[in-house]
């Protein structure tokens, strides 16, 4: 089993930054692929962004490219998303997933453990 509690979430106005944290806790991380999504209310959850274990090999949702960064250390068992340049239509519950793999992947079924979420609000 895998514990993943989110943090760092909040209201910022257009066009500021926030991190993102995820700490594991558990079996081991390193060789977890992991992964960030995020829900709108009335919207599916959707993927934003994941890491391989090894940190050279990323993906990122399109709309977020060049605005979002997707780090992890795995001494310290956290993974991080920095959101820098925010829009209103960012704003969403955010989860934390792991994938049992090191590779990464965009489908939320092929994530094994999530976070409780952390909601993220974005002010026009």
């Known amino acids: 089993q895998v514990q993943l509690v989110e943090s760092g979430g909040g209201l910022v106005q257009a066009g500021g930054s926030l991190k993102l944290s995820c700490a594991a806790s558990?079996?081991?991380?390193?060789?977890?692929?992991m992964g960030w999504f995020r829900q709108a209310p009335g919207k599916e959850r959707e993927f934003v962004a994941a890491?391989?274990?090894?940190?050279?090999?990323?993906r990122y949702l399109d709309s977020v490219k060049g605005r979002f960064t997707i780090s992890r250390d795995n001494g310290k068992k956290t993974v991080y998303l920095q959101m820098i340049s925010l829009k209103p239509e960012d704003t969403a519950v955010y989860y934390c997933?792991?994938?049992?793999?090191?590779?990464?992947?965009?489908?939320?079924?092929?994530?094994?453990?999530w976070g409780q979420g952390t909601q993220v609000t974005v002010s026009s």
């Open positions: 890491i391989n274990w090894s940190g050279n090999n990323i």
């Open positions: 997933a792991a994938r049992v793999s090191e590779s990464v992947h965009t489908a939320k079924r092929e994530y094994s453990y």
């Open positions: 558990g079996r081991t991380f390193r060789n977890y692929a």
